[in-house]
T-cell receptor, first 114, second 115 residues
């Protein structure tokens, strides 16, 4: 089945230690998103890739970076995680070009910062 | 920027009964899409139902239906014959018709289903 996969599902890191979260998709969608979701809150868009074009949200901290080496994969790098970065990180995809399209989400990676 | 408001942080419903979740949004656009997403505990977010703003007919998907009031900027979700598996966080979301890449989410409503 076509899907959005996130690895790992749970990640524990230490304060200030860089961490990378992974997302892959078999939907062949041209747009990939990263959201941060804290407990009982709405997902907050960090950035997205439209094909190879990177689009950062204005309020996304510089501590967060992303890479998309090919259509299928996208990575979220947190250069120096702080306690406030502990959250669920959701990857989503969509196909831009279909006006009726929606987003498809992965299961998320729960990040704990010690 | 568009805003999406869900005024009910948490709701409960008895199994087999009907419940309605509220959502309002603010936009100056006339063409857009509205969505309801379901996020079960520790599981991924999935699309429940989608409504195109240019369609007057309310969308329906099995037990899920919406009441879309464009003038009032209201988009409520009705769940009929509630099941235990409906227990989840429900998020309302907005997307402009031509800005494919920007979705705006509400803060969510936690739905509890009582057996």
């Amino acid at each position: 089945d076509a899907m959005v996969i996130q690895n790992p599902r749970y990640q524990v890191t230490q304060f200030g230690k860089p961490v990378t979260l992974s997302c892959s998709q078999t939907l062949n969608h041209n747009v990939m998103y990263w959201y941060q979701q804290k407990s009982s809150q709405a997902p907050k868009l960090l950035f997205h890739y439209y094909d190879k074009d990177f689009n950062n949200e204005a309020d996304t901290p510089d501590n967060f970076q992303s890479r998309r080496p090919n259509t299928s994969f996208c990575f979220l790098d947190i250069r120096s995680p702080g306690l406030g970065d502990a959250a669920m990180y959701l990857c989503a995809t969509s196909f831009s070009g279909s006006s009726s399209d929606t987003q498809y989400f992965g299961p998320g990676t729960r990040l704990t910062v010690l | 920027a568009q805003t999406v408001t869900q005024s009910q942080p948490e709701m409960s419903v008895q199994e087999a009964e009907t419940v309605t979740l509220s959502c309002t949004y603010d936009t100056s656009e006339s063409d857009y899409y509205l969505f309801w997403y379901k996020q079960p505990p520790s599981r991924q977010m999935i699309l429940v139902i989608r409504q195109e703003a240019y369609k007057q007919q309310n969308a329906t998907e099995n037990r899920f239906s919406v009441n879309f009031q464009k003038a009032a900027k209201s988009f409520s979700l009705k769940i009929s014959d509630s099941q235990l598996g409906d227990a989840a966080m429900y998020f309302c979301a907005y997307r402009h018709l031509y800005n494919f890449n920007k979705f705006y989410f509400g803060s969510g409503t936690k739905l509890n289903v009582k057996p």
